[in-house]
């Protein structure tokens, strides 16, 4: 049997509950994270224009997983820099610097991902509007 400090006392004793944690943790992120709330809006910006152009299933399939990416992407950015600051307790050193600097990256990589989807998806249809 576990003791109360056991990890195992910290595990989801069921799908609803693990359910709940998930989205208080997208709550949290959206309150305390002014990236994840840019990126929400350009997740707002993106839906309106794919129904504006009435984009096809193919490319929503894409504008989402395209977002997905990037929203994902801020939130691990996110945690992974919680957990840095609660074991450096705030302290720089160089090996956390380090992981920050690599995650941002990580989020800078799905930015570029999405940017060229929207691209891809968007710049013909805009470009229409023109000719």
Known sequence: ????????????????????????GLVTAYQEERNVRFHTLAVILVGVLGWYFKVSGSEWLWLVLAVFAVLSSEIWNSALENVVDLT??????PLAKKAKDMAAGAVLLAAIFALIVAAVIFLPKVMMLFY
Do not use: E
């Open 1 to 24: 049997m576990a003791s109360n400090g056991s990890p195992n006392n910290w595990k989801n004793r069921h799908f609803y509950q693990a359910l709940k944690f998930a989205l208080v």
């Open 88 to 93: 450096t307790g705030g302290k720089r050193d």
